[in-house]
Antibody, heavy 116, light 107 residues
Framework: QIQLVQSGPELKKPGETVKISCKASGYTFTDYSMHWVKQAPGKGLKWMGWINTETGEPTYADDFKGRFAFSLETSASTAYLQINNLKNEDTATYFC?????????WGQGTLVTVSA | DIQMNQSPSSLSASLGDTITITCHASQNINVWLSWYQQKPGNIPKLLIYKASNLHTGVPSRFSGSGSGTGFTLTISSLQPEDIATYYCQQGQSYPLTFGAGTKLELK
């Protein structure tokens, strides 16, 4: 069965960097693009962008250009989200998800807390 | 960017009721519309894809309709486990966008 397993919660200070992993199993990793979605505490879902798992080319939504980076380790069927120069407003749960007739499969989410 | 206007933002209903949530896209998205259910502390769960297709394992009391710019999610005979927040999402073009959500509560 398809599973996306994300890394654990992170507590960071403003200005630091965080890298979240999303390990896929149960399917051929390169068959589906990997998407990232942000959910701030008590707020709705916001699409951050996606990475082509065949080519490694990332595409970012406008609000996530600059400090955010998607990457892959294809041999390990793992996608990564890195956030540089963390800000308080980056405090959120970050989900990876694959687009399979809608986002049918999601990681369990990674809570990133940014606090001085 | 395609804006997704979802209404109502909150809804109070009784067990056994039929409820409808609507989503209006700012431009034509054909049938590229998905609906998700999210319970507190849980991940979003896909209910409907391509406007009217029930995802595997989703109870048949959930249904979706619409095309173009107007879409609805209907829950027939509301059950306690349906209490959640519901989101629509367009998949017509990037950036993908979600509605703001509808919080469904028990009356």
């Amino acid at each position: 069965q398809i599973q996306l397993v994300q890394s654990g919660p992170e507590l960071k200070k403003p200005g630091e960097t965080v890298k979240i992993s999303c390990k896929a199993s149960g399917y051929t990793f390169t068959d589906y693009s990997m998407h990232w979605v942000k959910q701030a505490p008590g707020k709705g879902l916001k699409w951050m962008g996606w990475i082509n798992t065949e080519t490694g080319e990332p595409t970012y939504a406008d609000d996530f250009k600059g400090r955010f980076a998607f990457s892959l380790e294809t041999s390990a069927s793992t996608a990564y989200l890195q956030i540089n120069n963390l800000k308080n407003e980056d405090t959120a749960t970050y989900f990876c998800a694959i687009d399979y007739d809608g986002f049918a499969y999601w990681g369990q989410g990674t809570l990133v807390t940014v606090s001085a | 960017d395609i804006q997704m206007n979802q209404s109502p933002s909150s809804l109070s209903a009784s067990l056994g009721d039929t409820i409808t949530i609507t989503c209006h896209a700012s431009q034509n998205i054909n049938v590229w519309l998905s609906w998700y259910q999210q319970k507190p502390g849980n991940i979003p769960k896909l209910l409907i894809y391509k406007a009217s297709n029930l995802h595997t394992g989703v109870p048949s009391r959930f249904s979706g309709s619409g095309s173009g710019t107007g879409f609805t999610l209907t829950i027939s005979s509301l059950q306690p486990e349906d209490i959640a927040t519901y989101y629509c999402q367009q998949g017509q073009s990037y950036p993908l966008t979600f509605g703001a959500g509808t919080k469904l509560e028990l009356k």
